[in-house]
């Protein structure tokens, strides 16, 4: 039976509460948008405002069941992802952006704002706090870091802003396969003018502990369309990655590459054969 591979996108069913509290179902994270201000195929809801050009671009929810404005409604964080590699990109656009779009009822997510440079590694995960939200980055490779980025909503100026950054040195006991985290630096931002979310810049916040650590995310895709993870002796487990599942690398030797992959929200390491991989 095949475990399921939960990424820092989760893709699972979602569902939004309207203001009548009628519910409408969600069938996945990927919004699937064809063009500026389309309705989703695969969703009930209508996105409009999109910033970029939706033929080089499709939307991936990162979060979907917070309220980033304090207005009581649920809003949208997602993800631009190229649809093709290499594409030349727009002035002002590049792939990989946080955007916010807020609920307007009926269905309808208006885009509100982006940070184009907020994302510095693939695996976030965002959660709910006071009047915004936050954004963790999970360092991998070598870069042993958690960096949160703590988001609040202006309401005089109708604006987000960063009110507090942390890194957490984060360790993994693979005997109790659980990873830990101590905190290690805070900054607390004063200025609301200077921190709006559009000019957050993640390699200015953590300069210094970048430039301790090695490059981020060395991302892993299998050439097959799903393989077994293998344990220490190369031996087949019964958990299975797919083409589609982000893996990252580790560590190498020569004929295999030591990985983690998130299953269930908890870290998985495993080998699999370099053969079998495009890196």
């Given at each position: 039976m095949r475990k399921k591979i939960v990424k820092i996108f989760v893709i699972v069913s979602l569902v939004f509460t309207s203001c009548n509290g009628q519910t409408v179902g969600m069938k996945s994270s990927s919004l699937g948008i064809d063009s500026?201000?389309?309705?989703?195929?695969?969703r009930n809801i209508k996105i409009i405002n999109i910033p970029f050009d939706t033929t080089l671009f499709y939307l991936k929810t990162v979060s979907s069941d917070i309220d980033i404005n304090n207005d009581g409604y649920k809003d949208i964080i997602a993800v631009n992802i190229e649809k093709k590699i290499g594409s030349k990109m727009p002035n002002g656009v590049k792939n990989y952006m946080l955007l916010l779009?807020?609920?307007?009822?009926?269905?309808?997510?208006?885009?509100?704002?982006?940070?184009?440079?907020?994302?510095?590694?693939?695996?976030?995960?965002?959660?709910?706090y006071k009047d915004g939200f936050i954004v963790k980055s999970n360092g991998s490779g070598q870069d042993n870091h958690n960096y949160?980025?703590?988001?609040?909503?202006?309401?005089?100026?109708?604006?987000?802003?960063?009110?507090?950054?942390q890194v957490y040195l984060k360790k993994y006991d693979d005997n109790l396969d659980k990873e830990t985290e101590s905190l290690i630096t805070?900054?607390?931002?004063?200025?609301?003018?200077?921190?709006?979310?559009?000019?957050?810049?993640?390699?200015?916040?953590?300069?210094d502990i970048l430039g301790k650590v090695s490059n981020p995310d060395v991302l892993i895709k299998i050439k097959s369309?799903?393989?077994?993870?293998?344990?220490?002796?190369?031996?087949?487990?019964?958990?299975?990655?797919?083409?589609?599942?982000?893996?990252?690398?580790?560590?190498?030797?020569?004929?295999?590459?030591?990985?983690?992959?998130?299953?269930?929200?908890?870290?998985?390491?495993?080998?699999?054969?370099?053969?079998?991989?495009?890196?």
């Open positions: 500026v201000g389309g309705v989703s195929k695969e779009f807020q609920n307007n009822l009926n269905n309808v997510f208006e885009f509100k704002e982006l940070s184009a440079y907020m994302l510095y590694y693939q695996n976030i995960n965002i959660y709910k949160y980025c703590y988001i609040r909503y202006d309401l005089k100026n109708k604006n987000w802003f960063l009110e507090k950054s805070e900054v607390i931002y004063t200025d609301k003018s200077k921190n709006n979310f559009n000019q957050i810049k993640f390699e200015d916040i953590f300069s369309d799903s393989l077994f993870l293998l344990d220490k002796n190369y031996n087949k487990t019964d958990v299975v990655i797919e083409r589609d599942d982000d893996i990252f690398l580790i560590n190498e030797n020569a004929e295999y590459l030591y990985v983690k992959c998130f299953i269930n929200s908890t870290i998985i390491h495993g080998w699999i054969k370099t053969s079998e991989t495009d890196y």
